[in-house]
Structures are given as structure tokens and as C-alpha cells.
């Protein structure tokens, strides 16, 4: 086990750091409480990584170029 020795003390443990969890994690922090956010892979979750948000902007280039 990678963390075996080490111990930690979060008041809030948020899975997923897409638009949610990190909008979620933020507000909690600037009420001062102690938060942890799990992602498997990058930041920002499947919508703005690979789902609609890239798709809004390649349909958006292509009606400018139309």
C-alpha cells in the first residue's frame, strides 16, 4: 500500500474532481474545512476533458467556418 505509514484528518473527502467536486471542494475550503479531493485521472472530470465541453468547441469552429 503506497500510504501505509501516514495518516490524515480531512473533514470532507470529495470523489471526482470534475465541475461538481471542485466547485464543492472550493466552497468548503473558504469555510475553512479540511478537504480532500480523489481523481483517478485529470482534473476537470470526462465533461471538460473529453465530453461536451471539447465537443461544443469543435461544433462552434465548425459553424464559423461554414
Known amino acids: 500500500m503506497l500510504f501505509r505509514n ?3 484528518n480531512y473533514e470532507l473527502l470529495i ?6 467536486g471542485l466547485a464543492a471542494a472550493k ?3 473558504a469555510y475553512d474545512i ?5 481523481e483517478k485521472e485529470s ?14 468547441l469543435m461544433v462552434y469552429a465548425a459553424a464559423i467556418l461554414v
Do not use: D, F, Q, W
Open 27 to 29: 466552497r468548503a475550503a
Open 43 to 56: 482534473l476537470g472530470g470526462t465533461c471538460v476533458n473529453r465530453g461536451c465541453i471539447p465537443k461544443k
Open 34 to 38: 479540511n478537504v480532500a479531493v480523489v
Open 15 to 20: 470523489i471526482g474532481a470534475g465541475s461538481g
Open 6 to 8: 501516514m495518516s490524515y
